[in-house]
């Protein structure tokens, strides 16, 4: 069966692309190996789909070359995303940091998603596996799957990453990129929870259960979120953005008192010096995670007035700058999203083409472009399929 435009993966970036595909008057094929389209967008946001962010910048992704991904935003905004779900009269409210979410259910924004495929006349097949995708002698595409074989002009992948696959996530779109010999960055989860070592999880996981406010910096990344205690380490927001920024063998810098300043110890001791650490930071906690942070950080007892200044300093520190090193992340298992893929310099920012081989394009996660937490991956999935759309 020839098609114009085969599209590998129902996702966020896949569903778009078709679309938009679909309008040009493309003769389209939109196939999934799950037996439901954007299998991700629906367990997305708790269920509720942070479907973007109208703050959302180039300033706000990583990639290795942070300047790939400005064309397809200019081209493609939050706010053009914005018009398609107001179009569909779909719910919708702004939570903090500029993130919106579906009022009722992630499910609205994959039925309007549908909705659009079926208006622009795509195809879809669900519940098929993609084998292989082989270049033609007449440069055209072969995609081999386990309903059969595919003709077609051009190919996109839109297959996602490594996270999440439960979901039904697999490298796929890694696998294609290398056998056409594109250059790949390397994968890693990302937006993922940390892990304790050993003798770190003995001494924190009886906090497990609590949240704190912090900012959270390591590399160039920088949050002032809160962070919560977990059984097997730390995730919450925090944890979850600057785990972008981590590299194995790396500390977390984490200030526990942000409302404080940098040197709130010294202060406290030119104000109260017969006061005691211990009388100055307890109130700045939680009972039981202050218990813990006493027994581990607070190691002089006497009134501040008799305390060094080294010692002031360390203790100060501790709370202003702790120095977490993760033994690990949770992996791909609980991780939003990877880090790495096919390399953006095999790609056109205008039309995500690969320079190598013309006619296969690649969009979404498995380019290396990730967003920080809050709408920003799908943003990046809903400008990537646009631009690829009106090219493929």
Avoid at 5 to 24: H, N, S
Avoid at 83 to 99: A, C, S, T
Avoid at 288 to 312: H, N, W
């Amino acid at each position: 069966m020839k098609k114009d435009v085969i599209i590998i993966g129902a996702g966020a970036a896949g569903m778009m692309c078709a679309i938009e595909a679909g309008k040009r008057g493309r003769n389209v094929l939109l196939v999934d190996h799950s037996d439901k389209p954007g299998r991700k967008i629906i367990i997305s946001g708790g269920g509720r789909c942070n479907f973007t962010n109208m703050g959302a910048t180039p300033a706000n992704y990583l990639s290795q070359n942070p300047h790939f991904c400005k064309s397809a935003f200019k081209r493609y905004t939050q706010y053009d995303f914005v018009d398609l779900v107001e179009k569909h009269e779909i719910p919708y409210h702004e939570k903090k940091l500029g993130q919106l979410f579906c009022d009722r259910s992630a499910k609205d924004i994959v039925k309007m998603l549908i909705t659009e495929c079926e208006e622009a006349g795509v195809e879809v097949l669900l519940g098929c596996k993609v084998e292989a995708v082989d270049k033609n002698d007449d440069e055209s595409f072969t995609v081999k799957t386990a309903l059969g074989d595919y003709q077609s002009e051009s190919v996109v992948i839109s297959s996602g990453g490594l996270s999440v696959p439960g979901t039904g996530a697999s490298g796929f779109g890694f696998k294609v990129a290398e056998k056409f010999g594109l250059e790949m960055i390397p994968t890693r989860a990302a937006l993922v929870p940390f892990l304790w070592d050993e003798k770190s999880k003995e001494v924190f996981i009886s906090l497990a259960g609590n949240a704190l406010p912090s900012v959270m910096s390591c590399g160039k990344g920088r949050f002032e979120e809160s962070f919560l205690f977990t059984h097997k380490g730390l995730s919450g927001p925090a944890v979850l953005q600057i785990s972008n920024y981590w590299e194995e063998g790396k500390s977390i810098s984490i200030d526990l008192l942000p409302d404080e300043p940098s040197d709130f110890l010294f202060q406290a001791k030119n104000e109260s010096p017969g006061k005691t650490i211990e009388q100055i930071i307890q109130p700045l906690f939680p009972k039981r995670v202050f218990a813990t942070f006493k027994k581990e950080f607070i190691t002089d007892k006497r009134p501040m007035g008799q305390i060094s200044e080294k010692v002031l300093r360390k203790i100060n520190d501790q709370f202003k700058a702790w120095q977490m090193l993760p033994a690990d992340t949770e992996g791909y298992r609980t991780a939003e999203v990877t880090i790495g893929g096919v390399d953006t310099n095999e790609l056109s920012s205008k039309t995500m083409e690969s320079k190598k081989v013309s006619s296969l394009y690649f969009i979404g996660e498995v380019v290396d472009v990730t967003g920080w937490l809050g709408g920003y991956n799908f943003q990046w999935a809903w400008s990537s399929g646009w631009c690829c759309g009106q090219f493929c």
